[in-house]
Nanobody, 126 residues
């Protein structure tokens, strides 16, 4: 089972960009479906984006389409989330999750992922 580790979270101003990274030492990470979720104290954890193995097709929640991009770097064994045009509503703890087998119809659900990182805080504020 992979052990994802997130990095890159920090405080930024509205309109700025930020890139989060999720890394794992296990080689199976490169053949896993990897997702980003986020959570605030006021809301339940919500799906943000996923990159599905095989084929690396990407999926996004509507609120981040056109602003966020999820991508995989197989050489570095990492999955990144490039976040542009950030707004205060993007403030949250961002979690990376992974699983070897994810059915397309379930990839937006927390229960579809077996491995989770500890999270990284993103704060968007002026």
């Amino acid at each position: 089972q992979v052990k994802p580790v997130e990095s890159g979270g920090r405080s930024v101003q509205p309109g700025e960009s930020l890139r989060l990274s999720c890394a794992a030492s296990e080689s199976s990470f490169s053949t896993s479906t990897v997702a980003w979720f986020r959570q605030t104290p006021e809301k339940e954890r919500e799906f943000v984006a996923t990159i599905k193995w095989p084929g690396d097709r990407t999926y996004y929640t509507d609120s981040v389409k056109g602003r966020f991009t999820i991508s995989r770097d197989k050489a570095k064994n990492t999955v990144s989330l490039q976040m542009n045009s950030l707004t205060p509503e993007d403030t949250a703890v961002y979690y990376c999750a992974a699983s070897r087998t994810v059915i397309t119809s379930t990839l937006r659900r927390e229960s579809a992922y077996s491995s989770w990182g500890q999270g990284t805080q993103v704060t968007v504020s002026s």
